[in-house]
């Protein structure tokens, strides 16, 4: 089974895949895919405020924060799933995410949080589902006093299309085991 979803003129064909015996949901994968990660990555700065640094959560949706830096000449930073040998200090949050089968820990490095300190953040992530991934960067922003300006994905996701606080492109809709969109 697949989705046809169209993303500001490009279209995608999206496997639809378990998440439990009640919900499935459309398997947006930005890697590898060139053509619709720098289409995705220009219509968001289309919409995008003025800002500083862009950080994103690992790993799915690195390949966007990247082109988006490309495009802009503006920096990215990576939040990580955990703690590298390189960093001198962290700052961390706990997160389960819809596509995470455990809870999961986002960390940022102290140096990294020096340099988005009173700099205008973009938060960009590949779907917003849940908004757990979404809050769990927010709190690592947040503690390194960095102002969040927007926060961005390509697509949002069930509940999450109805917020009002996020950019999104499109809408992706959850599914049945049937395929049917709930």
């Known amino acids: 089974m697949v989705y046809t979803i169209n993303i500001n003129g490009l279209k995608r064909d999206l496997p639809i895949c378990k ?22 990555a220009s219509e968001l700065l289309k ?4 800002f500083d640094y862009i950080i994103t959560p690992e790993a799915k949706s690195i390949p966007l924060a990247y082109e ?4 802009s000449g ?4 990576v939040a990580r ?40 953040i973009l938060i960009v992530d590949d779907v917003i589902s849940t908004g757990e991934s979404l809050r769990a960067v927010e709190e690592l922003v947040n503690a390194a006093h960095g102002q969040i300006v927007s ?14 606080d996020i950019i999104y492109l499109s809408k992706l809709p959850l599914f049945d ?5 709930l």
């Not at 919409?47 to 003025?50: G, I, S, T, W």
């Not at 995470?100 to 009173?118: P, R, W, Y």
């Not at 961005?152 to 299309?161: F, K, N, V």
């Not at 085991?177 to 969109?181: P, Q």
């Open 81 to 120: 799933k955990s703690a590298k040998a390189y960093m001198d200090g962290t700052f961390t949050v706990n997160v389960k995410s819809i596509t995470t089968m455990n809870v999961q820990t986002l960390v940022l490095d102290h140096a990294e949080a020096v340099k988005i300190e009173g700099k205008k």
């Open 151 to 164: 926060k961005m994905a390509p697509l949002a996701e069930g509940d999450a299309c109805n917020r009002d």
């Open 74 to 77: 503006k920096p990215y930073i």
């Open 19 to 40: 998440v439990n015996d009640d919900l499935y949901i459309g398997a947006f994968i930005l890697f590898g895919d060139v053509e619709l990660t720098e289409h995705c």
């Open 177 to 181: 085991k049937d395929g049917n969109i």
């Open 47 to 50: 919409l995008a405020p003025e």
């Open 68 to 71: 988006m830096s490309r495009q």
